[in-house]
């Protein structure tokens, strides 16, 4: 609770604080803004750089290599079984000619049991 007044409070400041930057001064707010979001894209490239460069990317490589090669082989062995499926393939079942009935019963009546 007390978490929320200090989140409202400080984004009011917040609030205040770049209202009253945009009037007295504009062009510093602007030079601010672009200064901040340069630093930020800043920042995010050099993590991409780093995060690229990281051991886990050979890694990575290699199973998705490793991937494709299982695919192909998967491929070529479905290829192969597929003409040999047709040639062993059983011939389709007909339905059963059987004549099931229903025997009526007492579906309807409940079974009077013991509440415990």
Same mark, same amino acid.
């Given at each position: ?51 690229? #460069?990281? *051991?886990?990317? !050979?890694?990575?490589?290699?199973? $998705?290599?490793a991937a494709r090669r299982s %695919?192909?082989?998967? /491929? @070529? ?11 062993? #393939?059983? *011939?389709?079942? !007909?339905?059963?000619?059987?004549? $099931? ?5 007492? %579906?309807?009546?409940? /079974? @009077?049991?013991?509440?415990?």
């Amino acid at each position: 609770m007390v978490r929320n007044w200090l989140i409202g409070l400080v984004c009011l400041l917040a609030i205040i604080g770049l209202g009253s930057s945009l009037i007295q001064q504009p062009g510093a707010l602007l030079k601010q803004v672009l200064i901040a979001a340069i630093l930020i894209c800043a920042c995010y490239f050099i993590y991409r750089i780093w995060s690229s #460069k990281r *051991p886990n990317a !050979k890694d990575k490589r290699e199973f $998705l290599k490793a991937a494709r090669r299982s %695919k192909k082989r998967l /491929k @070529n062995r479905h290829a192969t079984t597929s003409t040999h499926s047709q040639a062993l #393939k059983k *011939p389709i079942r !007909k339905k059963s000619q059987a004549n $099931l009935t229903v025997i009526e019963g007492k %579906k309807g009546k409940k /079974k @009077n049991r013991a509440i415990y």
